[in-house]
């Protein structure tokens, strides 16, 4: 394996060993980032021996058996290259501009298909509901993505027909950035209608996908693609959905991955409204207007305070008054960073017990300097800035 990888054209080497580990049959995106996280890279995971493999939850003695016989195979050369060759980036979880907070959801696409350009920044907000919207969904939801794009927010969606597609025209129409993620292969747009829309979409941010290039618009690939949707935000915003549809789906995904869940309320004899309406009674915030998405999220999006700070020795700098910290303290805050890190992540960055880390957490936060968000997740408390 290692050899082939060596010597493979240069150009797709890095990539190879991702889209091989991809392909052993059992090895999902949960177990991917399990191997990921024990041996740091695909190419280690090959390397490793048996011993260690099985050290890792869920990986079988026949599972190592495969891996162990996988190889390289051409069909992944050829996905590599016609990615190129039509202007697609693959971009593996361990990249700088992998969406930092989908990261963070326990089972993450290994890597992304993207056309456009994604960024770093985390202020960004999913807006989904209804294929066959009403005017009232449409007109609102295409308000609420100028609105919030205008704050510089980057607004998500599915590139689906009648909501998806409105809040992506919003976003353009305010000169912001948006990204849709797409439930089929960069090569086959769905719908086909929305090729334009696809295009300037790219323009303004990016269309993403999980799936090989030219997989098809097939229906159990929209649920999973959800979850993406969800965990790229801070939160998630449903706008006309019936009793069942798959923007409730999305719904209960953001509730799991610890994402605010916001709801646009709508005619109540409206079959459309029944979805919206029940997630309000189950405690989505209700959204009237812009700024009760603004103020639900004001502490991690920091509105109207200015662009957040280009390092952390700057943001540092910006705290009023950094009030003295014990060494346990230092430790810890050191290893925050302005974008928000799961508790469990944390404890593994600085070898602190999880008891003990929540006391110390605590203690920054009563100071403070650190922040909890939704699903324990915590980062440097950046409301404190000048």
Known sequence: MAGEIIFGDPATADLLPWLCLKRVSGIGNHLFKKLLDRFKTPEAVFDAPASELGLVEGITGPLIDRIKGQKISRQDRDEIRSAAEKGYKIVPLTAANYPPLLRQIPDPPPFLYVYGELSPDIRNISMVGSRNATRYGIMTTKRLAEELAGL???????????????????????????????????????????????????????AVSEFSLTTGPEAHNFPVRNRIISGMSLGVVIVEAAQK??????????????????????????????????????????????????????????????????????????????????????????????????????????????????????????????????????????????
């Open 245 to 386: 549809s798959g923007s409730l789906i999305t719904a209960r995904l953001a509730a799991e991955q610890g994402r605010e869940v916001f709801a646009v309320p709508g005619n109540i004899r409206s079959a459309k409204s029944t979805g919206t309406h029940g997630l309000i009674k189950q405690g989505a915030k209700l959204v009237e207007g812009v700024n009760d998405i603004v103020d639900e999220l004001s502490h991690v999006l920091r509105l109207k305070i200015g662009e957040k700070p280009s390092d952390k020795a700057e943001m540092v700098q910006q705290i009023r008054n950094l009030p003295p910290l014990t060494d346990e303290e230092t430790k810890v805050f050191d290893a925050l960073e302005a974008e928000p890190i799961h508790i469990d992540d944390l404890g593994r960055k600085v070898s602190v017990d999880s008891a003990r880390l929540s006391g110390i957490l605590l203690q920054l936060e009563l100071k403070g300097v650190v922040m909890q968000l939704p699903g324990k997740r915590f980062a440097i408390d950046l409301t404190e800035l000048t």
């Open 152 to 206: 510089g927010i980057t607004i998500i969606s599915g590139m689906a027909r009648g909501i998806d597609a409105a809040a992506h025209a919003g976003a353009i129409a305010a000169g912001g950035k948006t990204i849709a993620v797409l439930g089929s292969g960069l090569e086959r747009i769905y719908p086909p209608q929305h090729k334009k829309l696809f295009a300037a979409i790219a323009k303004n941010g990016a």
